[in-house]
């Protein structure tokens, strides 16, 4: 399985959600899963943010890029090029002011591009190109934000994540969130990393299995999404 590893975190040794996907991993290879991995630090080595050069470089249709929109573009077509190179995509990141960390959302803009990572299809429908692929995010949180907390409702991260990756194709999505990992004494999160850890050992089980419809994604379910969005 090609798998790209995506950390998020600005902490380095300390980190949980690091610590997290590198169990994921871990699991995989206990479960004989044949791993072949491409490693990216975010942190290390954050995207550029858009600017105007990228703006306008991204939408001008290929043929009529300048050398100097090209060379704009020359990061953000490689980035792409790994996610569409990976079979399987692990996310992991803490929540930050209640949604992901700024160098994610670079990744997500670096690596959501028209005629690229989504396509236009015949009746102008968006088609996502990562449909098929298995993706997992995995999520640290200082605060609980589970149903039924106080916080529940101020949780910007998975619905956002869930758009961003929906557009590209990806439908069904697996979120494993530890919390509260912060804000909350050390039973309680003692109890959430275990928590986080017992998932992540049931996706990996899951993943390990030969493929099935379940990990087929649909790009018929995005006909609704009015391809303006895009410009
Ligand atoms: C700048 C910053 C902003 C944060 N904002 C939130 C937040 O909005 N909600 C929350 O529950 N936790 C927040 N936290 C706590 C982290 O999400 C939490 O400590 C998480 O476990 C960190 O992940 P890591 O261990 O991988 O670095 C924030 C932490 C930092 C450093």
């Given amino acids: 399985m090609k798998l790209m590893h995506v950390d998020a975190s600005a902490r380095r040794e300390r980190s949980n959600s690091r610590a997290l996907s590198r169990y994921f991993l871990e699991c995989l290879r206990a479960e004989h899963v044949n791993l072949e991995v491409d490693y990216l630090d975010l942190s290390a080595n954050p995207p550029a943010h858009v600017d105007e050069a990228f703006a306008i470089a991204t939408y001008a249709p290929p043929h ?37 960390p700024s160098v994610f959302k670079a990744f997500v803009d670096a690596i959501s591009r028209a005629g690229v990572t989504y396509a236009h299809g015949p009746d102008g429908a968006i088609v996502g190109q990562l449909a098929g692929k298995k993706v997992l995010f995995i999520t640290s949180r200082g605060a609980d934000l589970r149903p039924g907390s106080p916080y529940a409702s101020m949780d910007a991260l998975t619905p956002a994540l869930k758009a961003a990756f929906a557009f590209l194709g990806v439908a069904t999505p697996t979120f ?41 994604q649909d790009a018929a379910s995005y006909q609704d999404i009015d391809s303006e969005i895009a410009q």
Avoid at 89 to 98: D, E, G
Avoid at 180 to 197: G, I, K
């Fill in 176 to 216: 494993v969130d530890a919390q509260p990992l912060q804000f909350a004494n050390q039973e309680a999160r003692a109890e959430a990393l275990e928590r986080a850890r017992h998932e992540l050992t049931a996706v990996a089980a899951s993943w390990a299995k030969p493929a099935s419809n379940a990990n087929t």
């Fill in 64 to 100: 009529e890029r300048t050398p100097a929109m090209k060379a704009r573009l020359a990061a953000s077509d490689a980035l792409c090029q790994r996610v569409l190179a990976a079979d399987a995509l692990v996310f992991a990141m803490p929540m930050y002011n209640w949604s992901m």
